[in-house]
């Protein structure tokens, strides 16, 4: 990567950035980024992690290899509308743009090109993220590395065809606050088993760890592992049985099928305030 252009400065781009610049994947002086009006955030970027920010497409998009999408979707059509002239064969788009299909993108800039869309979830900006990618039918295996590359410097990186976006959104765009959500109810346990809440954090968390590492260093199954720890008569299994009780599994399963769901109407309906900008090739 020659040299990058950041199209949003929100939470994302910036951990993206950090990522970029801590690993040193490209100089901090070819990375650029503009927004909309923030001049605080443009200040706080250039002095945080040495990146050049601007207002003016011709020196953000001049020879930029990649372009990062990172607005909100109302702003897309704006967005695409204002540097579709700029959009070279060469050039690749990654969108973390959510819900906005590349055939999307592609319309509004009237041609063909590159595109990758990327879904990835909060944790990026510990550098824990799961990231999906997703690449048009343009992208050529190089271009498909690079945008890799850009987002395993915040975590890891699937591949998935563009129709399973929704799926990956649901399952661990959102995925964070699932945890957060278990998390919150081991805390109130806690609370009414007796535990002063410093002591019940440091345990809960320890567990969350210590499991997830168990997961991706162990061959076993999540459910080999879990009968591993469930003694006949004993205290797992007496708990286990209440959340059996209580469908939690079954409950897990609906959560991430409706927040799938809900990922494919939110792109439909995008689908559909877009298409009327699309110009018939």
């Given at each position: 990567?020659?040299?990058?252009?950041?199209?949003?400065?929100?939470?994302?781009?910036?951990?993206?950035?950090?990522?970029?610049?801590?690993?040193?994947?490209?100089?901090?002086?070819?990375?650029?980024?503009?927004?909309?009006?923030?001049?605080?955030?443009?200040?706080?970027?250039?002095?945080?992690?040495?990146?050049?920010?601007?207002?003016?497409?011709?020196?953000?998009?001049?020879?930029?290899?990649?372009?990062?999408?990172?607005?909100?979707?109302?702003?897309?059509?704006?967005?695409?509308?204002?540097?579709?002239?700029?959009?070279?064969?060469?050039?690749?788009?990654?969108?973390?743009?959510?819900?906005?299909?590349?055939?999307?993108?592609?319309?509004?800039?009237?041609?063909?090109f590159s595109i990758v869309r990327a879904m990835p979830n909060t944790?990026?900006?510990?550098?824990?993220?799961?990231?999906?990618?997703?690449?048009?039918?343009?992208?050529?295996?190089?271009?498909?590395?690079?945008?890799?590359?850009?987002?395993?410097?915040?975590?890891?990186?699937?591949?998935?065809?563009?129709?399973?976006?929704?799926?990956?959104?649901?399952?661990?765009?959102?995925?964070?606050?699932?945890?957060?959500?278990?998390?919150?109810?081991?805390?109130?346990?806690?609370?009414?088993?007796?535990?002063?809440?410093?002591?019940?954090?440091?345990?809960?968390?320890?567990?969350?760890?210590?499991?997830?590492?168990?997961?991706?260093?162990?061959?076993?199954?999540?459910?080999?592992?879990?009968?591993?720890?469930?003694?006949?008569?004993?205290?797992?299994?007496?708990?286990?049985?209440?959340?059996?009780?209580?469908?939690?599994?079954?409950?897990?399963?609906?959560?991430?099928?409706?927040?799938?769901?809900?990922?494919?109407?939110?792109?439909?309906?995008?689908?559909?305030?877009?298409?009327?900008y699309v110009v018939p090739q």
């Amino acid at each position: 990567m020659k040299k990058i252009a950041f199209i949003g400065a929100g939470s994302m781009a910036e951990a993206i950035i950090s990522g970029l610049v801590t690993q040193r994947v490209i100089q901090p002086a070819n990375i650029f980024v503009t927004n909309k009006r923030n001049d605080d955030r443009f200040n706080y970027l250039a002095e945080q992690y040495g990146v050049t920010t601007t207002r003016s497409l011709q020196p953000l998009l001049q020879d930029a290899d990649l372009v990062v999408l990172a607005v909100k979707p109302k702003d897309i059509l704006e967005t695409m509308q204002s540097i579709k002239g700029y959009i070279r064969e060469e050039m690749l788009l990654l969108s973390v743009v959510a819900g906005v299909h590349t055939s999307s993108l592609e319309g509004i800039a009237n041609k063909q090109f590159s595109i990758v869309r990327a879904m990835p979830n909060t944790s990026a900006t510990v550098g824990k993220s799961a990231t999906a990618l997703a690449a048009n039918g343009h992208t050529k295996e190089s271009q498909l590395q690079t945008a890799i590359t850009l987002f395993e410097t915040v975590g890891t990186v699937a591949i998935v065809e563009e129709n399973q976006l929704d799926a990956v959104t649901g399952l661990s765009g959102s995925g964070p606050a699932y945890i957060y959500y278990l998390v919150e109810a081991l805390e109130r346990s806690a609370e009414t088993i007796g535990l002063d809440s410093q002591t019940a954090k440091q345990l809960i968390l320890q567990t969350l760890l210590g499991a997830a590492d168990m997961l991706q260093k162990s061959p076993k199954t999540p459910a080999v592992l879990r009968k591993e720890v469930t003694s006949p008569g004993g205290t797992t299994e007496a708990g286990l049985k209440e959340l059996q009780a209580h469908q939690v599994q079954e409950a897990f399963i609906a959560c991430v099928q409706e927040a799938t769901e809900q990922s494919k109407r939110m792109g439909d309906q995008i689908s559909k305030e877009l298409a009327k900008y699309v110009v018939p090739q």
